[in-house]
């Protein structure tokens, strides 16, 4: 079993180690992910200047490999450049912070792995929801171990993709796992404004910090009543149910008359 | 009429230019769009630092709002910050280079149109295909106009979101108008291994520049075929297909036992 793991926190962030260290007998591993921490860059993608990869080594160890991109970046790059072998299974995180709802499109842990979907490999994103309360990323990895194990066994077909979100509650308080789906409702952000000490205006962007809403049977709701959720997803985002209704719209005369 | 019009090729690029001079008499319009160039960042969001908000001149006439972010913060921003009144549509591009398939995901004057759609307001990417063969932006913008009339006429409901685009041909050679799905495959990007003065290696992310597939009723091959493609998008992810599946699979012990 070869396992591609990446995640979008960046190539030192504590998710990917502590998950690394769960997953580690489950396969050869091979870890490449972005030098610098790229959270919330979503689906980007570096074609205005070159990558560079850099093997990173933490107390003389050889921990895998660094991106100077995003992490749709490194998936293409671990499978096009660095990898001899194709993965069987990608696994991005584990991300520091839950993606849930419409948190999805900004995530680049989920990109990540839509992108190895994209490719054709089957991929799991895994998310945990870190809070105040409680964030101990170990024992959140063990989840997530359990989690990726199952699905593994089960064997996830070409292409596929799961989204995972572990709840921020120690594991043996966890309610159990659901099947959701995407919370697809605005969060309602907003922006603080506020003046430099030049007199000029910056915003900075305020996300809702614990969503309060409650649509059953979706990621956000699962996650807020401490259930481990798996969520399906596609990268096909085109919208059948909308399609047939604009085919019946009025397209005469858009084009000049030849 | 209230329109609100972005891009992801920045503020002073050419297409939105062209865009707003064709529909400057559809409604009253407000620019905002990124200061500088995000091909490619997706549905990027800017959170890690703050945001800043310029006013743009051109020849001395007032051009609209550059944002120092991605076009998702440019949507955010506009609509929360700088707009008096909520706009009745927003319109994303017109952009410099074809927006089809999987590049969907890429894209950040989709991602412009996705973030307007999750706000509640109905929204247009309007992309435009640059070949060697033919790149005259005057021309497109006027077709592109000729649709976004045709949208706002039969009245795009709350929160839509249509991806248009526009085949690299002179108008009076488009051979009219397909509503279509996404292209879903993956299009085979390669990297070019480069090595710099210093030895060291660097990667540069090769595209395909004119894509070969023929899948009937996609929008890829509509936009080779010479047709105006319509395609309507949505944002939930999940993929239900995939749901009962997962459902049934065996998630019994995946929490330690309490």
Redesign the interface.
């Known amino acids: 079993m070869r396992i591609l793991l990446t995640n979008d926190d960046g190539i030192y962030a504590p998710g990917i180690a502590a998950l690394k260290h769960q997953i580690q007998d489950l396969g050869q591993i091979t870890v490449v992910a972005p030098a610098i921490?790229q959270?919330?860059?979503?689906?980007?993608?570096?074609?205005?200047q070159?990558?560079?990869?850099r093997e990173v080594h933490l107390n003389k160890e050889f921990v895998g490999y660094g991106v100077s991109g995003s992490p749709?970046?490194c998936v293409?790059?671990a499978i096009?450049?660095i990898m001899e072998n194709k993965p069987d299974v990608v696994i991005s995180g584990l991300n520091m912070g839950a993606n849930v709802g419409?948190h999805?499109?900004?995530s680049g842990t989920v990109?990540a792995a839509?992108e190895a979907a994209?490719?054709?490999f089957p991929s799991i994103a895994v998310s945990f929801e870190i809070t105040e309360h409680y964030a101990d990323v170990h024992d959140a990895a063990k989840?997530a171990r359990?989690?990726i194990e199952?699905?593994i066994k089960?064997k996830l077909p070409r292409g596929?993709?799961?989204n995972v979100n572990i709840p921020s509650r120690p594991?043996?308080?966890?309610?159990?796992?659901k099947?959701t789906?995407?919370f697809?409702?605005?969060f309602k952000?907003?922006?603080d404004?506020?003046t430099d000490p030049g007199g000029?205006?910056?915003?900075?962007?305020m996300?809702t910090d614990k969503l309060i809403h409650h649509e059953e049977g979706t990621d956000l709701s699962a996650v807020n009543e401490g259930y481990?959720s798996?969520?399906?997803?596609?990268?096909?985002?085109?919208?059948?149910?909308?399609?047939k209704?604009?085919?019946g719209?009025?397209?005469k005369h858009?084009?000049?008359?030849?």
Do not use: C
């Not at 959270?39 to 205005?48: A, L």
């Not at 000029?200 to 962007?205: N, S, T």
């Open positions: 921490e959270s919330g860059v979503g689906h980007s993608i570096t074609f205005s070159p990558l560079r990869i749709a970046d293409k790059l096009h450049e419409i999805i499109l900004y990109a839509v994209i490719m054709g989840v359990n989690v199952r699905i089960h596929s993709l799961l594991a043996n308080q966890i309610k159990g796992i099947i789906r995407q697809a409702h605005d952000e907003t922006f404004k506020r000029k205006a910056y915003y900075w962007l996300g481990i798996i969520t399906p997803l596609r990268y096909d985002l085109t919208d059948h149910a909308m399609y209704k604009i085919e719209w009025d397209w858009i084009i000049p008359e030849k």
